[in-house]
């Protein structure tokens, strides 16, 4: 059992201001998993004047981007060791099984990061219109100090999202994990504290949603970048708006795989289950509609009912797990209203739709796959962040854009086709951040974000590193020495 009674505030270890503890039990068998303190408002002041302190006062952001990378570079060598500690301790935390290694999965992110701090120009010359001006150095300043919120699924990957790129354009930040992910981020802490960063400029406080809007609201944050649900979302914006915090939302999904008439059934099945229900299906991604033209129907319906019996229900520790239990009793229930909301609507399931045999221990729910399933339908437009496919028909490629795009979100997508071009031309026309051609296809490299009400703004990619910096212009004279080139 993990015992932890403080808080990382500042990069050292302090008393949490209250008692209140977070108990986190393992949704596979409700047996004690860890406590740690419940990060209160005034633990999360006491993080943001620490933040401000060293943003305004300390070193940090005065450092060029090649030397804050060198410092992602040595939390990663303290992270390296505790690699399988993690794998081992986000399925124990979240219920997302070992296969997916969502402990130390997001380790890559710092070497990207690191990379690119070193390649990025953090200042560029820029020539004035001739006749006009000497031209002007843009500079990627950095956007002061963030506070990051991030939910439960993926949340090692989740902080070094935020981490990583906040950290090498020089601001300085708090991030609250979700309450029910505390204990992994106690490993990133303590290789944050190994790293010896420069005094207050990274704090690590879990919490829950008082602590979090607190956070938002603080007038010392300069930009919060959350990432949750698109209810949250809303709110968090709306308290960012007085102040003109900068914001940036990544949220909730409700993308559909489209599969076009000529598609290799062979090839793209596996890949349309995997993209629709990894991470038990509690990804924001996840792709869960999947929209079928009528004369193909009934055969993509048998493939995916095959290929989704044949995946493993069980011990999220066992690495031939594939779905393993939900998050929390909270997020079954959910998940179960919307099979019953489906049901009710006059969707059929064909496959699931309730809970698996012989796991009577833990927040289980069988994979479920529904049909006769309308796009107005509530299955087919909230996002139920469970193990639950929607199958839609579609006449021809212009009514499987209609559907797709009536939706409120647009976060992700795929299109599957025999040929790359012919999908490129389907994805062009959807009103959503990411389409994947044949494949999932996402990546640190690639700009990642939500269209509609998914989200505002961009993460990881080179726009992941933008996000966390503000643009400052110096307009130089005709003939300055500087015009002939800034660092
Ligand atoms: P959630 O919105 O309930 O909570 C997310 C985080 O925000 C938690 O840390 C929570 O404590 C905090 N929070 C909640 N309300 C807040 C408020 N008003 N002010 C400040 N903080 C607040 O979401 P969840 O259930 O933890 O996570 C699932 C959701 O996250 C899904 O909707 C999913 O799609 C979304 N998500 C989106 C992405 C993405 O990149 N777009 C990635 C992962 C998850």
Request: aromatic fraction near 6%; glycine fraction near 10%; proline fraction near 7%.
């Amino acid at each position: 059992m993990l015992e932890h009674d403080t808080l990382f505030i500042g990069n050292r270890w302090v008393t949490p201001a209250s008692e209140s503890v977070l108990e986190v039990r393992s949704p596979a068998t409700l047996e004690l998993v860890g406590r740690a303190p419940d990060g209160s408002p005034d633990d999360m002041d006491r993080a943001v004047l620490a933040a401000r302190d060293a943003f305004d006062t300390g070193p940090w952001p005065a450092m060029s981007f090649a030397e804050r990378a060198a410092y992602l570079d040595r939390i990663l060598d303290a992270l390296r060791p505790r690699a399988e500690e993690l794998d081992q301790l986000v399925p124990q935390e979240s219920g997302i099984p070992v296969c997916f290694m969502s402990g130390s999965s997001g380790f890559p992110l710092l070497e990207y990061y690191s990379e690119l701090g070193r390649t990025h120009p953090q200042e560029e010359l820029r020539p004035g219109r001739p006749g006009v001006a000497g031209g002007a150095i843009v500079r990627h300043a950095p956007a002061g100090v963030v506070a990051g919120i991030v939910p439960w699924n993926g949340p090692v990957m989740q902080i070094l999202m935020k981490m990583a790129p906040a950290l090498v354009a020089g601001c300085t930040l708090v991030i609250k994990p979700s309450p029910e992910t505390p204990l992994s981020s106690y490993a990133i802490a303590h290789a944050v504290e190994e790293a010896e960063l420069p005094s207050g400029v990274v704090s690590i406080v879990p919490g829950g949603r008082d602590a979090g809007s607190h956070l938002v609201s603080h007038p010392a944050v300069d930009r919060v970048s959350f990432t949750g649900s698109t209810a949250a979302g809303k709110q968090i914006a709306a308290a960012c708006a007085p102040a003109v915090r900068r914001v940036s939302l990544e949220l909730g999904g409700k993308s559909a795989a489209i599969l076009l008439d000529d598609v290799d059934l062979d090839r793209a099945i596996p890949t349309v289950v995997n993209a629709g229900m990894f991470f038990n299906g509690e990804a924001c991604s996840a792709l869960t509609r999947v929209l079928v033209s009528r004369n193909r129907h009934d055969e993509v319906v048998d493939r995916l009912t095959h290929e989704v019996a044949d995946l493993k229900i069980g011990d999220p520790l066992d690495p031939v797990t594939f779905f393993g239990p939900l998050v929390s009793e909270r997020q079954r229930d959910r998940v179960e209203q919307y099979v019953a909301s489906g049901r009710d609507e006059g969707a059929v399931v064909v496959h699931g739709g309730g809970r698996p045999e012989g796991l009577d221990v833990g927040w289980y729910v069988e994979p479920t796959i529904f049909t006769n399933v309308k796009n107005t339908m509530r299955v087919a437009q909230e996002e139920v962040f469970g193990p639950v496919l929607v199958v839609i028909p579609y006449d021809d490629v212009d009514d499987a854009v209609r559907i797709t795009n009536e939706s409120e979100l647009g976060l992700a997508g795929g299109v599957f086709a025999d040929d790359d071009h012919e999908a490129v031309e389907v994805a062009r026309r959807l009103r959503t951040g990411h389409v994947g051609i044949n494949t999932l296809g996402m990546d640190w490299v690639f700009p990642f974000g939500g269209f509609k009400q998914s989200g505002l703004g961009r993460e990881m990619g080179i726009e992941g590193l933008e996000l966390y910096c503000e643009l400052q212009c110096f307009g130089l004279p005709e003939g300055s020495p500087l015009a002939s080139g800034p660092r």
